[in-house]
């Protein structure tokens, strides 16, 4: 059974920077595509970022393209998110996500299999 637990969300000033930790247990991950998404107050759900771990290779959205780094660590099965120069519309709950697959990256919400609980990630202005 995959498990995914995040962690590392918190409260922090516009311009800030956070990492968030993604622990994924319950078997290997290789040919896995592991995501982070984000949902604010009274909207959808959107992708943020996705890295493939077999490879390491990586996609982003637009909107955090050069603020925020996506990488995994194999030793301790984690994958992790990096954001700096926070705005205030990154505030949301950042979720983890995991798919197997093989084809090109996976960028919406209902390609992903596993979730895990959410992390608030809150940027005051």
């Known amino acids: 059974q995959v498990q995914l637990v995040e962690s590392g969300g918190g409260l922090v000033q516009a311009g800030g920077s956070l990492r968030l930790s993604c622990a994924a247990s319950?078997?290997?991950?290789?040919?896995?595509?592991m995501g982070w998404f984000r949902q604010a107050p009274g909207k959808e759900r959107e992708f943020v970022a996705t890295?493939?771990?077999?490879?390491?290779?990586?996609y982003y959205a637009d909107s955090v393209k050069g603020r925020f780094t996506i990488f995994r660590d194999n030793a301790k099965n984690t994958v992790n998110l990096q954001m700096n120069s926070l705005k205030p519309e990154d505030t949301a709950v950042y979720y983890c996500?995991?798919?197997?697959?093989?084809?090109?990256?996976?960028?919406?919400?209902?390609?992903?299999?596993?979730w895990g609980q959410g992390t608030q990630v809150t940027v005051s202005s």
């Open positions: 890295i493939r771990w077999s490879f390491g290779s990586t």
């Open positions: 319950g078997r290997t991950f290789s040919g896995y595509y």
């Open positions: 996500a995991a798919v197997y697959r093989d084809q090109a990256f996976p960028s919406s919400d209902d390609e992903y299999r596993y």
